[in-house]
């Protein structure tokens, strides 16, 4: 349970805020104190007749026609009005400021497990469901706001509204006073009992609550594939399995918290039930008077309510303890690309690359199989102004070794150098800052055109952009659209074709002034007209660059200033190509199979 201690460490940053509200739940505690009182004065003192005690005496002398029967009367009924009136407004006062506080600190935990999420490795990101993450983000992040406004807060309030009417009822009868606290143990065990399942059960809700939204998602993601194979039935019956598990894991958790509940209603019934007929006894023998019983009654019926709360709040902890450790998993999880406390910081990045013996391993998700080995033992150079062309046949771990050079992933063993510098010991952000990619999967944001290509550069002029659009020959159709370049798209770019798609990709990477550019598969959407003069144009811009270059036309990179070439993992070959054909080998055998293929 040490996960909700630590979650209440949160509540430190927002603890002037803090303070007052707990101030304003004590002021609305002491207030529910007073509460019973004006019910005695009427009836031993207004209706019995008795003489007020010295203290009220007095109070009763300095105001008022307070020495008469009727002033008396009015103020007692005045008293409680005001008290009724006075509770109402801390509560209102209170409930607006405790959620104002909470929502501060469910907006900060949800940043810092962004910030999280966003530091964390393409292989952590790869082994986690989408839709999980998005549970975690939107749902479990509350954990906060329940420790503080279900426990915290009620909790402490609770505990002491407890203790000042004990205190109260043994000014009254002692007897009855510990009689009435006897349902404390009672509730401490009914937690024992029900803690662990409570827990288990709340934990299996959630975890199921993140794979059926995880399944919602992929599905979603994939729609045009569930069409277009007419497999709705399919998915549908699957969807049917995981509801049916998510319905079974809450109605257990609602289950066990129903019996937990009513368990406390039952210890806290046989206790009031003790207690009202021990009183009525002690009435009966003549210790205590009516007035006194009709007060220590109201407080035995006001002492279930901050019992159940404590109750309530016992089992808030377990639930948002629950969610907790779901949110602490992601910002507990070690950075697989952790940065150096004191990187080495150089003024310029030319872009001169360096793989020295790297070799790469992929973690299978859920760690179920053994590593699998995606680069083995690769070396190579690329300096600034070359042109280095990435060549193998699908899955040889040609965008794997690209990605190297952005750090989404770091070598399992050898290293990769640039200018000079181990890139684990290079700043992070510095680093990705020198390096502009078109991904083989172009990512489009559903905001307009212009903010796309700008995404990578700080305030670019239009101009800039609309020149970086006609480098990727983007200019022409986006200019044709109704709205230009303030043309907003949907989700992921859906609403243009892959070839506009990637051309406005090409164009958020040429706009970035960057010391290394990275294309993967830029232009396998593109007819060969545009393909053509997008790579003219690309080469210009690669006089200044260090520029990778990854496609399966090799008619595409026959300029290439060297060719890298793959198989299985390994580096069989590297030159222009007039060299490699001329060595007969595996480029060469690629080159003329395509070249068959095309005849």
């Not at 007020?52 to 103020?75: E, F, I, V």
């Not at 940043?111 to 999420?117: Q, R, V």
């Amino acid at each position: 349970m040490n996960r909700f201690p630590r979650l209440l460490s949160y509540a430190i940053t927002v603890w002037p805020g803090l303070l007052v509200a707990f101030a304003i739940a004590f002021s609305g505690m002491l207030l529910e104190l007073l509460r019973p009182w004006p019910l005695k004065v009427v009836v031993d003192y207004v209706l019995g007749g008795q003489d007020l005690p010295g203290t009220l005496a007095a109070m009763a002398a300095a105001l008022p026609y307070g020495d008469t029967t009727q002033g008396l009367l009015a103020w007692t009924i005045g008293t409680l009005v005001v008290i009724t009136l006075a509770s109402a407004v801390l509560t209102y006062i209170g409930t607006a400021l405790v959620v104002k506080l909470c929502y501060r600190l469910v907006h900060g935990l949800a940043g810092e497990l962004f910030a999280k999420l966003q530091r964390l490795s393409l292989s952590y990101h790869q082994k986690q469901a989408g839709g999980d993450l998005i549970q975690r983000m939107s749902q479990d992040v509350y954990c906060v706001h329940m420790a503080v406004s279900a426990v915290l807060l009620p909790g402490v309030i609770s505990l002491c509204t407890l203790i000042g009417m004990f205190v109260i009822l043994a000014q009254i009868d002692v007897t009855l006073a510990l009689m009435s606290m006897v349902v404390v143990p009672g509730l401490a065990g009914a937690l024992l009992l029900f803690a662990g399942p409570m827990d288990r059960a709340t934990r299996r809700r959630y975890d199921e609550l993140g794979s059926f939204m995880s399944f919602v998602d992929q599905a979603i993601s994939g729609i045009k594939v569930v069409q277009g194979f007419n497999r709705e039935d399919l998915l549908q019956a699957k969807l049917q399995g995981y509801a049916q598990r998510l319905g079974g894991a809450y109605q257990r958790d609602v289950n066990i918290g129903a019996a937990y509940k009513q368990v406390t209603l039952i210890v806290t019934g046989l206790s009031t039930a003790a207690v009202l007929g021990l009183g009525a006894w002690r009435v009966i023998g003549g210790h205590i008077s009516l007035g006194d019983l009709l007060v220590f009654t109201s407080y035995l019926a006001a002492l279930s309510g901050p019992i159940e709360a404590i109750s309530v709040a016992l089992g808030a902890a377990v639930v948002s303890g629950s969610q907790a450790r779901r949110v602490f998993e992601v910002l507990d999880s070690g950075e697989e690309v952790p940065e150096r406390a004191d990187p080495v910081d150089p003024p310029v990045i030319r872009g001169d690359l360096q793989f020295e013996d790297v070799s790469f391993c992929y973690v299978q998700r859920g760690d179920e199989g053994p590593p699998r080995t995606v680069l083995d033992h690769v070396s190579f150079t690329a300096s600034p102004g070359e042109i280095v062309a990435i060549v193998g046949a699908t899955g040889m771990g040609k965008s794997t070794l690209v990605s190297l050079i952005s750090r989404f992933y770091d070598p399992a063993s050898g290293r990769v150098l640039l200018d000079g510098h181990d890139l684990r010991d290079l700043p992070l952000r510095k680093l990705r800052s020198s390096v502009s990619l078109v991904l083989q999967e172009p990512y489009l944001f559903p905001v307009s055109i212009a903010e796309n290509i700008a995404f990578g550069v700080e305030d670019p002029s239009l101009s800039q952009i609309h020149e970086a659009a006609r480098m990727a020959c983007a200019h022409d159709f986006i200019s044709r659209l109704p709205l230009g370049y303030a043309t907003n798209l949907g989700e992921s770019g859906s609403s243009l074709s892959g070839g506009e798609r990637q051309r406005i990709a090409i164009a958020r990477a040429m706009l970035r002034p960057s010391s290394i550019l990275i294309l993967d598969e830029p232009t396998s959407a593109l007819d060969a007209r545009t393909e053509a003069q997008i790579l003219q144009n690309l080469a210009q811009s690669a006089r200044a660059r260090t520029t990778f270059f990854i496609s399966h036309r090799l008619s595409t990179i026959k300029h290439a200033d060297k060719i890298i070439v793959l198989d299985d993992g390994r580096l069989v070959e590297a030159g222009r190509h007039e060299e490699l054909i001329g060595n007969g080998a595996t480029y060469s055998a690629l080159y003329r199979h395509q070249e068959l293929a095309v005849l």
